[in-house]
């Protein structure tokens, strides 16, 4: 495989058509894949049927894989049975368990685990069962964002960093362990630049991570927050949105470090199951 059929989104990302994950790739393939994934930031490929072995060996040609990160506010069921690298995210319950995380509400923009060191810089997730409506998946260009800013804010955010809140989830729920947060000034989690540059495409990025309990650094908390509301008006722009909305054998996969997404909620009495695979920072596409 020397190159990709591609159908490019109007405003950001790409669909990938003519292609069975399921297949290994050749070399060819993975830079392929990997020139398209810097290039449109989002990718959709359709009508895929993978086992759990083999969406972790497609995800593996991007970097090595992350272990399923613990449940976030559950005990247990924190990836596949003999998957490691596969999470759940899902709502579903047996038995009064929850087989997977997040439920089934509305999740804020983000990016994954910027309350972290070092963030994954890919992420793929995989449908297995979706509901009717609602649930759609929503991606932002960070590479955009930060090309509207002002030349003034430009230079006053040079060199700012903002301490990324771990103490609750995307969904709004409190992390198992963490107290609820007070003072955004002692909020736990990692502290990152603002202006991120993409160590692969050279082009410069805004890395909010989340707004709740989000704080700059060194600022005072007022000045904090006004900045941070002036910050995220240039986040979110319709003309470089993509809206995801989910069909079976969907694989979704995005560039950590030039997006941000939410989720859309549904109703809880319809069953969501998703599997996601995360690249370690070690290795980079």
Known sequence: MNSLNIRPFAGLGA???DVDLSVPLDDAGRKAFIKAW???????????????????????????????????????????????????????????????????GEASWHTDMAYIPEPPPGCALYSLEIPSKGADTWFTDMYA??????????????????????????????????????????????????????????????????????????LAVAESEALLDELWTYAVVDDRIYTHQWRLGDLLMWDNRCVMHRRDGWDPQERRILHRTQINSSQVF
């Open 38 to 104: 810097h290039d449109y930031q989002v990718l959709v490929v359709r009508n895929q049927k993978l086992t759990d072995p083999q969406l972790a060996a497609f995800s593996s040609n991007f970097g090595a894989l992350e272990h399923a990160p613990v449940s976030e506010v559950l005990k247990g069921n924190e990836h596949v049975p003999g998957s490691p690298h596969v999470a759940v995210i899902s709502n579903v319950r047996v038995d009064g368990v929850s087989i997977g995380g997040l439920g089934d």
């Open 15 to 17: 669909e990938v058509l």
């Open 145 to 218: 964002a930060y090309d509207r800013l002002p030349d003034r804010l430009r230079r006053r955010i040079e060199g700012m960093e903002i301490n990324h809140d771990a103490s609750t989830t995307s969904a709004g729920q409190t992390r198992r362990g963490y107290k609820v947060v007070t003072d955004v000034r002692e909020a736990p989690g990692a502290r990152h630049p603002i202006v991120l540059r993409h160590p692969k495409t050279g082009r410069r990025a805004l890395l909010l991570g989340r707004r709740l309990h989000a704080w700059i650094v060194g």
